[in-house]
């Protein structure tokens, strides 16, 4: 089996290591810039070498959905289960396998200088994968005290390594939370009749009819893939399945995007709770109507800004 990424996605990786030592001793900001500039010119090379893109905030369940378009083109390749969709790696061993970019449109915007456009995805079909805003930030507040590494945490302007901070003063945060989620998603909502291309899905759809959401992807995407294929897919990604696969580190050559950051603890796992409204468990019910009032600036073609009940979920 072909190795995760091409010869030279390896060599431009390699050589932003190289560039991030050899200016160690610059300026905080101007590191940054830099190694933002950089891993933006790496995933551009691969947006231009994609058939398609997968388009996410982090947390949004783009995980599962990976794993579930994984098995579905490994029956249709007869590749082992344990491969891992990682851009072209299966294409590199079954040309009529997609190259999929995973990507959230954050380093992209550094090299492009399109901060607010989305003009670099032309001509791309793109799956917008959504999530309540809500969930998505206390799950990315799990992420970030147990699995995020503390330059990532600096690079795109999360709270600091260590940093005494509460959940909820997680999700109130300009930077990390529920009002850059909102802003995200209003400006893929703005960008839509630009692009044109875009199927949009939602995390909470995936929840309910996991395998209709699949149909509509590979259909969006053009890969011929059977309903044996889909339904085998859906149960293989199931959610007690993919907690043991990540506790068992099932997928051979991915890091850390399947594998807890520590067996005992629940909340570093990857996977945790995969929970529809879970946000509500962890706040009061004032603190829930002040999120669900946000949530009226968001725009409605996401079906998420509906008023909600108050008190937290059974």
Not at 75 to 84: D, F, I, T
Not at 284 to 301: F, G, V
């Amino acid at each position: 089996m072909a190795a995760f990424g091409s010869t030279a996605d390896k060599a431009r990786i390699a050589l932003r290591h190289i560039i991030m030592v050899l200016v160690f001793w610059l300026p905080p900001q101007r590191r940054k810039k830099i190694e933002r500039w950089l891993r933006g010119r790496e995933e551009f090379k691969k947006l231009q070498r994609s058939d398609w893109v997968l388009m996410s905030w982090g947390k949004s369940g783009r995980t599962w959905l990976r794993v579930m378009l994984s098995r579905a083109y490994t029956l249709k390749a007869n590749l082992p289960a344990s491969e891992l969709l990682d851009f072209d790696n299966l294409k590199a061993v079954h040309p009529e396998l997609p190259a999929v970019f995973f990507t959230h449109n954050n380093y992209l915007r550094d090299y492009t200088g399109n901060a607010q456009s989305k003009s670099h995805f032309k001509g791309k079909r793109i799956v917008l994968l959504v999530r309540d805003p809500r969930d998505v930030a206390v799950s990315q507040f799990f992420q970030w005290q147990f699995r995020m590494r503390p330059n990532k945490k600096f690079i795109n302007d999360y709270p600091p390594h260590g940093a005494d901070i509460t959940t909820w003063d997680f999700v109130l945060d300009k930077e990390a939370g529920v009002p850059r989620i909102i802003d995200y998603f209003n400006g893929w909502a703005r960008a839509i009749p630009e692009l044109q291309d875009v199927l949009v899905v939602r995390y909470e759809d995936m929840r309910s009819d996991p395998a209709e959401v699949l149909r509509r992807i590979f259909a969006f995407t053009g890969t011929d893939i059977s309903e044996q294929q889909v339904a085998e897919a859906v149960e293989f990604a199931a959610y007690e399945n993919m907690k043991k696969m990540e506790q068992d580190s099932f997928f051979k050559g991915s890091g850390a995007r399947v594998k807890a950051a520590d067996k005992d603890n629940p909340q570093s796992f990857k996977v945790r709770k995969a929970k529809v409204g879970g946000f509500r468990d962890y706040f009061t019910d004032e603190q829930c109507n002040e999120l669900d009032a946000m949530m009226q600036s968001l725009d409605p073609i996401f079906g998420y800004a509906q008023p909600h009940s108050s008190g937290k979920s059974s």
